[in-house]
Structure formats: structure tokens, C-alpha cells
């Protein structure tokens, strides 16, 4: 129950972060202007008129970046007890840690070589 | 967390309440105090960072309203409160709106764990820092969401370059953050605070706590690296079609970011609200904490209106081929040391009741391997430098001589 | 009977964001805000490991599938055209409900049943939360001793390398 009570904060944290941006937007509905037009309400593309389509697709770079983090989130995410317990660990704990690290850095030298981390 | 552990708490049951709902009241309160306090500061923060800003440009910075301008910020909160809220027609009202708000809520909701005094702390989580990376990673989101819902070509853009900016520094920003949850042994933030009774984690691997630095200041998006905003190329990124409060939260949740980062500086490396005294006296803890996030603040803003800003393509190379290859050497090398001295039996356990002294053996091992890393670093970047110069020079000799005799 | 206690209203109310987030997903025929509405159903899974006592894994749940997958998936939808209107409906009604409820049905057959028990007698200690949880310390020991989890721990960076290389290789096909 310890924790559940910890997390009772969080929880609650989560509901009320949500009205302190809240608040001064709703204020600010009140105090300010509201004379909204056709052409105040076009899109702002530095005053030319907005061409075709906005969501239309993109470059496939951002698509590998995204690639290449989500694996290294994961490899991220168990790290941290490895970490946490690491003063208990012996030596091997060390190889286990180092071995798993160096497989994903050979990811990571494959995406290089690819040229997958590169940007044009 | 036991309702008698809680002053609020235990005052509401006296007076005849159910003690269910007084927890629950005590923990609303608990809730609203610690959201006030990065709130309130971001106003104060605000004229700070216009000041210094102005006096590294030379210039005199806000100094009409109130004394030394102190009364600026809150006359620009009414100048954005009286504005219209402009939505323009095309974009996607529900998401639009949602943004703006999940900006701040993701920075707000790290202060959940950061540990103010020895006793006041919102919520000592057992897995505290692995709560701010998962909670920080909610602001990418509100950014995504911003440039989407925007139906602006610009804001989609800035929004594309944020993921993958902001994406790619978690890495080296989480590597570099292992290293002091490898030293205290924990994830705990107080934990972490206690661990540093005897040293700051910072003389034991600065290195790391650079690299935190420097990752944690591209996360927020500030120059040199606010490809994000570059108002030359992309006007404003994700929020160029914001106006009002709605420009203005976004705006804040930015500052508040780096006041949070630098807080979170002090937590990791700078011992947190360890001082002299500081155990007897929460209000001496709760001081130094202040004093040591406003050094590294004002370094933060230093940095910003120092350097100038990079491009998008070596802010990817940067990372991807620096940082990120870096800070997993670096985890390894601290890792393998530490191990070493374990077994030499040179590291003592880092807890609250740890002695400045003996802390001296493994820090000044620790920090020799920092310093040779960070020597090797150093010697490697300007050898490599030199080769990219000459290289340059060799390209741009060719061009004056095809030049030359073209012009023939 | 369920008592309603705080927990039980933080299941209510996190259940309610699970499931009305993966609707949301379903029904949306505007694929970003589908993906909008998988984060919320995903938080809502986070916050369910939170009252399993795993908070370790909610946290995982937030940072990788919130903070990464998500983020991915947005990427994948802007990779798709038209994909605010989709014009396509699914046609086949009966047999897309047939299959919904038999799924249901074997669905609930296989979360009662460890409950209930097959021959009616009913295990009351389920709701008990256990006694012991697992400390995110005793997680780190566990995954680098060698009597216990080191292999399924370097498997799982080999999976990852894998998952790596494949990715790098599909997103590339089209450039070489």
C-alpha cells in the first residue's frame, strides 16, 4: 500500500498539472478580442497564399532517426536496473552489461555504415 | 507515505475527519504546493533571463516597468492575457488546443520527484529518474502534436526537425544520466541526494555531467541548438500559427524546462540540497538547492547567447557520431572502473552517513580517468580538426586555380 | 463483491482511458488522432502497471511506447497518403462481428476462468496484492546473474540489433 500511496500523488499530480496551463488560457478568453476574419484565420506561410495540401508526405530521414532511437530507448530502459544493481554485481555482471552494450553498438556502427544516420 | 507522517494529514483526522479524505486533502495540497513553486519561479526567471541576455548583447535589457523592470513579466502576461486567440480556420481545433497544455504538464509533472529538502519532497519515487526521462519524453509529444494540428507547412516542419532533434539527444542524455544512478545505486532522487553526503557526483565523473549538460540543453531547444524555432529558416517551427496565452504557454513550459534542467543538474552532480547544516535546517537545504540551480541556470543562459546556432545535419552528426558513442564509452569506462575499485576494495559504499575522506581514493581515481577521456577526446577532435582544415584549404586552392583559368 | 476504495476508483477511472482510448483508435477514420488516441490508451495501461505494483514497467510503458513507438507511429502515418480521409469502409459487417464476439468470448473465457476456477470453486486471494514486489534492484540482479535471466537479457540485445539492421535494411530498399 506504501507505493499505492506514492503513486496516489503522481496520480493526482497528473490531474491537477492539467489546470495551472488551463487556467490563464480560459482567463485569457475572457479579456481578450474576438473579431475573427477569413483572412486573419488563413494559414500564416509568410504571407503567401498556402499551396496544396499540408499533410502530405515527408522526408523518410526522420522516419530511420526514429528507427535507430526506438532501439536504443529499449536497450535504454534495461540498462537502468543494471545500473541500479550494479555496486552488488560481480565482474561477470560487468561482462553481461559490456556484452549487451557491444551488441547494440554493433547497430549502431551498422547504421553508420549505411549512411542511415545520415542526413541528405 | 503514512497519513501520520503528514502534518495536514494528521490535523484533518484530529478534527474528526475520515482518514481516507484527509490523505487524500493533504495530498491535494501537497500537489498544489509543489506545482506552484516552478510556476511562480518561471515569472521571476523570465526577467532574469531578458536581463542577462541583455547584458551579454550589451544592452540594458527591461528596466521600464517596476524597479530594475522586476514588473515586466506581469506586463506581459496582461499584454498576452488581452489578446485574441487566433485558431486559424484550417487547423485541427481539439489537438490544437491540447498542445499547448501537455507542454507544460510534461515539465510540471517532473517536479513531482525532485527533492527539495531532506524531508520535503513531493513524492520519493523508487524509480524517480527513470520517471523524469519517461515523463520529459511527453514534451516531444506536445510538440508533435502542436506542429500537426497547426496544418502549417513551417510548423510541420519545426515539428519534424524537434522529434528528431529532441529524440536523438535522449540518448546521450539518459547514457550519461546511468552514471550517477550507477554510483548511488538507486533511482530514488533522495537516494541519489544522500549519496553525494561525502562527494559531488561532479569530481567523480564530470564528464558525464557535461554530457548531461550539453544533452539536456538540446532537449529544451535553446541555442545553439533551437533549430526548433530558427526564425530565419522556419519563421517559428511548431508555433508559428499560436498566438495569445496559448504562444505564451508553450513559451513557458520552455522556461520552465531549463530551470527544471538545471535543478535537475544540482540533483545528479552538485549534491542536490547538500551543505553544511543542511540536514537540521530544511530551509539552509532548500537555499543551497536554489543557489547551486542558479549557477548552472545562468550557465545554461550563458551558452545560449554565446554560440551561434548550428545546422540541422551537424546537430544529427554531432549526436549520432559523437555524443551518443561517447556517452556509451563513457558509462562503460566509469562502469568498468568502479568495478576495479570495488574489488580493491578503494570504493566505499555512497550513502548519507559517507565521509568526506574516505571518498578521496575513489574520486581521485575516478576523476583521472575523466580527465584522460576527456585529453584523448581533445587530442582526437583537433587532429581531426587540422585534417578538415587542410582539406579545405587544398579544396579551395583547386578553385582558385579552376577559377583563374576560367576567367582566362 | 468489488469494495470501492481509492484503488478500485483508479482502476475504474484507468480503465475507462485503456479502453475508450483504444475505441477512440478504432472509430477515428483520422489516422493521426488515432495515434493520439492510442497514447492515451497506452497511459491508461501504464497506470494499470502502477496498480499491479510494477511501477518499473509503467514507467517503461510511458518512456518507450509513449515517448518512442508512438512518436514512430505518427512518423509511419505521415509516411501514408491521405490519411486524414480515409475514403474506405469496411464492408464486410456480419463476419467483422462474428469474429469480434468470438474473440470476446475466448478473450473472457481465459481471464475468468484462472479466476473462477473451471469447476466453479473461486480463488479468493487474486485481488490480494502480493506481499513481496520485486524491487527495481532485485530486477537488475536478476537479469545479470547467470542462474537466472543473463541469456534471455543478451538475447534481447541480439533481437534489438536484429530489429536494427531489418529496419535500416526495409526503410532503405528504396534508394539502392
Known amino acids: 500500500m506504501n507505493v499505492l500511496n506514492e503513486w496516489a500523488f503522481v496520480g493526482i499530480f497528473i490531474a491537477i498539472a492539467w489546470v495551472f496551463p488551463a487556467l490563464p488560457i480560459i482567463i485569457a478568453r475572457f479579456f481578450g478580442p474576438k473579431k475573427p476574419n477569413a483572412i486573419k484565420l488563413m494559414t500564416y506561410e509568410s504571407g503567401v497564399e498556402t499551396v496544396g495540401d499540408t499533410w502530405v508526405q515527408f522526408k523518410i530521414q526522420y522516419y530511420l532517426y526514429g528507427l535507430v532511437f526506438l532501439i536504443f530507448d529499449v536497450e535504454m530502459v534495461f540498462l537502468f536496473p543494471w545500473a541500479v544493481a550494479y555496486n552488488e554485481l560481480n565482474f561477470f555482471a560487468f561482462g553481461a552489461g559490456l556484452l549487451f552494450i557491444f551488441l547494440l553498438t554493433d547497430a549502431l556502427i551498422y547504421a553508420w555504415r549505411k549512411n542511415a544516420l545520415e542526413w541528405s | ?408 | 463483491m468489488i469494495e470501492i476504495n481509492a484503488q478500485s476508483i483508479a482502476f475504474a477511472i484507468l480503465a475507462v482511458l485503456t479502453l475508450g482510448g483504444g475505441l477512440g483508435v478504432v472509430l477515428n477514420r483520422n489516422l493521426f488522432r488515432g495515434a493520439i488516441w492510442l497514447m492515451v490508451s497506452l497511459f491508461g495501461v501504464a497506470g494499470i502497471f502502477v496498480l499491479l505494483s510494477a511501477p518499473f514497467l509503467a514507467a517503461v510503458q510511458v518512456l518507450v511506447y509513449i515517448g518512442a513507438i508512438a512518436i514512430l507511429i505518427t512518423f509511419a502515418v505521415m509516411l501514408t497518403r491521405s490519411m486524414t480521409n480515409l475514403g474506405e469502409r469496411f464492408v464486410r459487417r456480419t463476419a467483422g462481428i462474428v469474429v469480434a464476439v468470438l474473440l470476446f468470448f475466448f478473450i473472457l473465457l481465459g481471464t475468468i476462468l484462472p479466476v473462477w476456477g473451471v469447476d466453479g470453486t473461486r480463488y479468493d486471494d487474486v485481488s490480494a496484492p502480493a506481499e513481496n514486489v520485486a524491487t527495481t534492484r532485485e530486477l537488475g540482479v536478476a537479469l545479470v546473474d547467470g542462474n537466472q535471466f543473463v541469456l534471455p537479457f543478451e538475447v534481447a540485445s541480439l533481437l534489438l540489433t536484429a530489429a536494427m539492421i531489418g529496419a535500416i535494411v526495409i526503410a532503405r530498399e528504396d534508394e539502392e
Open chain 2, 1 to 408: 507515505m503514512d497519513c501520520s507522517s503528514v502534518v495536514v494529514c494528521d490535523l484533518l483526522r484530529s478534527g474528526g475527519m475520515d482518514p481516507g479524505l484527509a490523505m487524500f486533502i493533504a495530498l491535494l495540497l501537497g500537489v498544489v504546493l509543489v506545482t506552484t513553486i516552478p510556476l511562480v519561479t518561471v515569472i521571476f526567471l523570465i526577467w532574469v533571463e531578458r536581463k542577462v541576455a541583455a547584458r551579454i548583447q550589451d544592452r540594458l535589457g527591461p528596466n521600464r516597468v517596476g524597479p530594475f523592470g522586476l514588473l515586466q513579466t506581469f506586463a506581459d502576461m496582461i499584454k498576452l492575457i488581452t489578446k485574441e486567440n487566433i485558431t486559424p480556420a484550417n487547423a485541427d481545433r481539439v489537438v490544437y488546443n491540447f498542445a499547448p497544455l501537455l507542454s507544460v504538464v510534461s515539465v510540471v509533472l517532473i517536479w513531482a520527484v525532485i527533492p527539495f529538502t531532506p524531508y520535503h519532497i513531493g513524492t520519493d519515487l523508487e524509480i524517480g529518474a527513470l520517471y523524469i526521462v519517461a515523463v520529459a519524453s511527453l514534451g516531444t509529444l506536445a510538440i508533435m502534436t502542436a506542429g500537426w494540428a497547426s496544418n502549417n507547412k513551417y510548423a510541420l516542419l519545426g515539428a519534424f526537425r524537434v522529434v528528431a532533434q529532441l529524440v536523438s539527444y535522449e540518448v546521450p542524455l539518459v547514457f550519461a544520466l546511468l552514471v550517477p544512478i550507477m554510483l548511488a545505486g538507486s533511482m530514488g532522487m533522495q537516494d541519489i541526494v544522500y549519496a553525494q553526503a561525502g562527494m559531488w557526483f561532479f569530481f567523480m565523473v564530470p564528464l558525464s555531467a557535461v554530457l548531461l549538460f550539453i544533452a539536456s540543453h538540446a532537449e529544451t531547444g535553446r541555442g545553439p541548438f533551437d533549430l526548433i524555432e530558427a526564425e530565419s529558416e522556419i519563421i517559428a517551427g511548431f508555433n508559428i500559427e499560436y498566438s495569445g496565452m496559448k504562444f505564451g504557454m508553450f513559451f513557458a513550459a520552455e522556461f520552465i524546462h531549463v530551470f527544471t534542467n538545471a535543478v535537475l543538474m544540482a540533483v545528479f552532480f552538485f549534491g542536490g540540497w547538500w551543505g553544511p547544516g543542511a540536514l537540521d535546517a530544511p530551509l539552509l537545504a532548500l537555499l543551497y538547492l536554489g543557489l547551486k540551480s542558479a549557477v548552472i541556470y545562468f550557465i545554461y543562459l550563458w551558452v545560449r547567447n554565446t554560440f551561434p546556432r548550428v545546422r540541422i545535419d551537424q546537430l544529427l552528426d554531432l549526436n549520432w557520431k559523437f555524443f551518443v558513442p561517447l556517452s556509451i564509452v563513457n558509462v562503460l569506462v566509469v562502469a568498468f572502473v568502479l568495478k576495479i575499485l570495488q574489488e580493491l576494495q578503494i570504493a566505499v559504499p555512497l550513502n548519507a552517513s559517507t565521509n568526506f575522506l574516505a571518498t578521496i581514493p575513489m574520486t581521485v581515481v575516478l576523476l583521472l580517468v575523466n580527465v584522460a577521456m576527456t585529453y584523448a577526446l581533445i587530442a582526437w577532435l583537433r587532429n581531426r580538426g587540422a585534417k578538415a582544415r587542410q582539406v579545405d584549404l587544398a579544396n579551395q586552392h583547386e578553385d582558385i586555380v579552376v577559377a583563374g583559368a576560367a576567367g582566362d
